[in-house]
Each structure stands twice: as C-alpha cells, then as structure tokens.
C-alpha cells in the first residue's frame, strides 16, 4: 500500500493529465484568471457560449469583455467582483449575457478564488457558468400562462357580473356601448399582461412583412364575405321572411349609428386583443399536435360568448367570423389585414339587419 506522499503524488499526477480534458468536454463554461485580470484558461464550451475570440487566453479580462458589449453585460461581470471583494466564500446566481451576435442568454453562475497548495494565498478566480436560457424561457412561460388565466378569468367575470347589472336595471344603456365596455376591459387586460409577462408589443401581431399581400388578400376576403351575407338574406326574404323586421330595406343605411362612426378602432383593438394577445397565449399555453386549432377555437369561442347580450345569431356569427379570421391570422401572423374583413362584415350584419 503507497505511503500518504506517494498517494498525493499520484493524484496530482493524475489530476494534471486529467483536469484539462475534463475541462474540455464539459458542457459549463469556465474561464480561469490569475491575480492580475489576465485569462489564463477558456474551456471551448465557455469560449463558444460567450462568443469569446479563439485568443482570449493571455489577454486581459477587463479588455477581453470590454469589447463591444461591456455596458450590457454589468451582470456578469458583477460576480467576478463579488469573488475579489468576498474572498471567503463562492458566488452563486444567475445572470443574463448579451452576447456578440445580439442573442441573449441566461446563466448560472458560480465564481471562486483559486488558492495554492497550501489553501492560503490567493492566485486568482474561477469562473463557472451554465447556460438555462430553455429553463429560464419554461419557468418564464408556466408564470405567463399562470397570470394569463387568472387575467382572463378576472376578464371574464367581470364582463358577467357588467351584463348582469345591465339586465337587472333593465337595459339602461344602448347594447352598443356594452360593446365598447368589452373592448375597453379588453385593452386594460391587454395592457397589464405586457407589463407583468415576457409578452411584448411586437409579439401582439403588429408586423408589417409582406403587408401589401395580406391586405389584398383581406381585401378579397371581405369581399367574397359579404357576398356570401348578402346571398344568404336573400335566401332567408324567401324561406323565413318573419326573420327580418318587416318594412325595413334590405341594407339600412338607417342603422348606422355613433358607434359606427368609431368602429375602426374598435375593431383594431379587438384584434389586437383577440388574436395579438389571446390567440398568442393561448399559443403559449397549449401545447400538442392541434394546439393551432385549439388557440383559434378557444379565442373564437370566448370572444364570441361576449357578444351574447346582442343575441344568439349576432353570437354565432362572431364566432365564424373570429374563427376564419383566426385561419388567417395563423397564417399571416398580423392583425393588420384582418382588421378588413372584421369591420366590413361587422358593419354587414348590422347594415342587412342580422344584429
């Protein structure tokens, strides 16, 4: 059996062939430094996480991360300061790095002084990080999906008890401001999720790609829409003439009414709710072969319970229409567009008497 000395020089033996290639092939980062800020050693999984050039071995720490993106990274760079400040004990966190590119990542980190044989000096820092960006983003999606429901189900509530007042005082207000109460709850709902969520205003479909093509294509929409609305009164002036209110014209231009004037907006912020905002969370939290189908049936479904108050056939209507808008909407992935077929075929159902 070797003497104690032969077993600690066998493991040192062992541990100087061994640490760089355990270093190596692991996948956490770790970039040594000694007691002067220079980087002694980058593993390849660090140099690759950080986006570090192929020389940051032997150069200065502080002018390796002042390169492009010092500011940004205050950080990461902050746990490298607590280990000089705190040398008594390791470092533990996490942090978010902007790298070169412009990805940003999520890291654990863990930074240590590195001491002699003796345990008693130091001669310098180590480093380790991990990359949880995929764990981050799953935490950060169970916590929206978390908010999203119970923001809906407050919406949804609250919407109820709204309707229910309005029919307990017997209908005290015109059933169209009920629909400018809807959108307005809507957009307040609207603006607390982007404020407490990873949700953000460029997610709620508002790009502009390819936008010429997508309004045309609404356009034509639209169009082959009313046709249709228009054809299927006809049918019923001849098969259920009492459907209609007698002595009223086949379009009533009569019918516009205050609100009308200010529909367009109403229908951008409805699909700014509906889709930019539901149909996305609902994207977010289904998940699954059909889960496309399900955020389009869901958003349809809900939104279109909300126009109950203005009656069964009203109610109907907006769930097909928010049904073939959200087909659209999946593959455009703008609401700009859909703002076309929503207005001209909301106007529609109003103007031939179907609401």
């Known amino acids: 059996m070797p003497a104690p000395e032969e077993r600690c020089y066998l493991s040192m033996e062992l541990s100087s062939q061994m640490l760089p290639r355990i270093l190596r092939d692991v996948n956490d980062g770790v970039i040594v430094l000694d007691g002067q800020g220079t980087v002694l050693y980058v593993n390849p999984s660090g140099q690759e996480m950080l986006l570090l050039p192929e020389d940051a071995a032997g150069r200065k720490y502080a002018a390796l991360m002042q390169e ?6 205050d950080e990461f760079n902050q746990f490298l300061l607590d280990a000089i400040y705190d040398k008594q004990s390791a470092h533990r966190g ?14 654990h980190m863990v930074t240590s002084f590195l001491r002699d044989d003796a345990g008693q000096k130091n001669e310098g820092v180590v480093i380790q990080f ?11 999606k169970e ?32 059933a169209h401001l009920l629909t ?10 609207m603006v607390f999720l982007v404020r407490t969520t990873s949700i953000t205003w460029r997610e709620l479909g508002l790009s502009t790609k390819n936008l010429r093509k997508v309004l045309i294509t609404d356009s034509l929409v639209a169009a082959a829409g009313l ?17 209609f209110e007698a002595g009223t014209p086949f379009w009533n231009w009569r019918a516009l009414r205050l609100s009308g004037v200010f529909y367009p907006v109403t229908v951008f912020l409805q699909e700014l ?24 049936a869901v958003t349809s479904l809900a939104f279109g319970a909300l ?19 959200g087909v659209l909407y999946r593959r455009q992935n703008t609401i700009w567009g859909l703002c076309i077929p929503h207005y001209v075929l909301g106007m529609a159902l109003v103007f031939l008497g179907f609401a």
């Open 68 to 73: 492009d993106i010092a500011s940004r990274n």
């Open 94 to 107: 996490e942090c978010a790095y902007l790298r070169r590119d412009g990805t940003r990542l999520q890291l």
């Open 130 to 140: 991990t990359d949880i960006t995929e764990l981050a983003r799953m935490h950060q």
């Open 143 to 174: 916590k929206d999906a978390s908010i999203v429901f119970v923001s809906t189900l407050i919406f949804v509530c609250a919407w109820v008890l709204l309707v229910a007042l309005w029919e307990f005082l017997d209908r005290p207000l015109p």
């Open 180 to 189: 400018q109460a809807v959108t307005f709850l809507g957009a307040c709902m």
């Open 227 to 243: 046709a249709l609305m228009i054809g299927l009164k006809f049918v019923l002036l001849r098969v259920a003439p009492g459907f």
């Open 273 to 296: 709710i509906s889709r930019g905002l539901m149909h996305e969370s609902m994207r977010r939290i289904i998940t699954g072969k059909y889960r496309e189908l399900a955020a389009i």
């Open 307 to 325: 126009h109950l108050f203005l009656g069964l056939i009203y109610m109907l209507g907006a769930v097909i229409l928010l049904g073939g808008l």
